[in-house]
């Protein structure tokens, strides 16, 4: 059987109170599904990972402190490969750090 649809009128919605909005990176992108859109080649799928990096392992994305929290990356044109390179190259930065 579908689900009835829910309503609720303006007066009820103003005056219930809502749990305030978890952000994942804070006060930049809030908990739940995002679409990052923009002209082709310029970068959006390796934002994309580098977020989905960062927030992974709850450390700071463009000086904004993090959600740790489990994330799902889907990437449904590119290879494993290709997703492995862009890992390697987002991270050399922190192998040099452990040797240095």
Do not use: N
């Amino acid at each position: 059987m579908p689900k009835k649809l829910e309503t609720m009128d303006a007066e009820t919605l103003i005056t219930t109170p809502m749990e305030p909005l978890k952000f994942i990176v804070d006060g930049l992108i809030p908990q739940g599904l995002h679409i990052l859109a923009g002209s082709p080649k310029i970068g959006k799928s390796w934002l994309a990972l580098w977020i989905c990096l960062q927030v992974a392992k709850g450390e700071k994305f463009w000086g904004f402190e993090t959600l740790k929290s489990e994330v799902l990356y889907l990437c449904l044109e590119d290879s494993f490969a290709r997703i492995q390179s862009r890992l390697f190259e987002i991270t050399a930065h922190i192998a040099l750090c452990h040797y240095e």
